[in-house]
């Protein structure tokens, strides 16, 4: 089983996970950039943390045979602070750098006219700079979010199917489905979805436009959910075609439209910039 986690934040994971992600299948990934769970009071702290999307994590996702590709953006919920809106100046330096895949994540956190801008503004400069875009739908109200989602997509001129609406579930995947757009479905412990659901959507609507992945970060999440859903695919019926498609062919297709993916074996360099991942000798 070949597994690219098309959403899925190493920051905020080990080297432990990046090894047993590479026994259980996993060879590339997409990170998008994300609220680091406390706010961030300058734009400096952003720039950095873009630095170590398109530098530090590559580097650290290459030692384990691990191509690392990353999404960059201001997140809906920081999009909210004035402190942060000179973010979206910054952005368009990094959407020009290799290994930078999409616009992401942006939409909505609470449904701010702050956020609505800065989404709008985000579809905006994918259409400019020619990317995908990975959509954040909100936890609150999720139903309205992927609405107003949709209308800001239509509205904004980027094809749909250069859209990824992700975090959706049972009462908003037939929107997406008819919009157009691909499908994005994250698989979790406790919250939004899990495996038994998950198959159940597919056998209802299919494999095709559908991502799935872990969306593992600092809470409770498990990087390995995208080879749990692939086993539980299996164990429902569908043959081994089906699972490559979903867990492999699938993010290669919506990525691939930004024409920087990597998916050869990644070389694993001793350092990056003088550093290892290594403390302590043997």
């Known amino acids: 089983m070949r597994i690219f986690d098309p959403h899925i934040h190493m920051t905020s994971r080990t080297t432990d996970d990046y090894e047993a992600m590479h026994a259980a299948g996993v060879r590339a990934l997409v990170e998008p950039a994300f609220w680091l769970g406390q706010p961030r009071t300058s734009v400096g702290s952003f720039t950095d943390y873009f630095d170590a999307l398109i530098g530090w994590e590559r580097f650290r996702a290459a030692q384990f045979g691990i191509r690392h590709h990353c999404a960059i953006a201001l997140n809906p919920k920081e999009a909210n602070d004035p402190r942060c809106a000179e973010v979206l100046d910054v952005l368009p330096r990094y959407l020009a750098k290799d290994g930078v895949v999409a616009v992401g ?5 609470s449904m701010t006219p702050e956020e609505d801008e800065a989404f709008a503004r ?6 400019r700079h020619d990317l995908p875009a990975l959509v954040h739908t909100p936890h609150r109200d999720k139903a309205a979010g992927t609405a107003r989602t949709l209308d800001l997509v239509r509205e904004s001129g980027l094809p749909p199917e250069r859209v990824v609406v992700d975090h959706l579930n049972e009462m908003t995947v037939r929107a997406v489905a008819e919009s157009g757009c691909w499908m994005g479905f994250s698989i979790y412990p406790d919250t939004k979805m899990d495996e038994v659901r998950m198959v159940a959507l597919l056998t209802e609507y299919g494999t095709e436009r559908v991502l799935v992945n872990s969306a593992a970060d600092w809470g409770r999440s498990d990087p390995l959910k995208t080879h749990k859903t692939g086993v539980a695919m299996l164990a429902a019926g569908f043959d ?6 979903v867990l492999w062919r699938n993010p290669v297709e919506f990525y691939g439209q930004s024409g920087r993916l990597a998916l050869d074996e990644p070389e694993a360099s001793p350092t990056f910039e003088g550093n290892s991942i290594l403390r302590g000798g043997s």
């Open 105 to 109: 994540e942006i939409g909505f956190d």
């Open 122 to 127: 985000q579809l905006e400069l994918a259409v």
């Open 240 to 245: 081994e075609d089906d699972v490559d498609r």
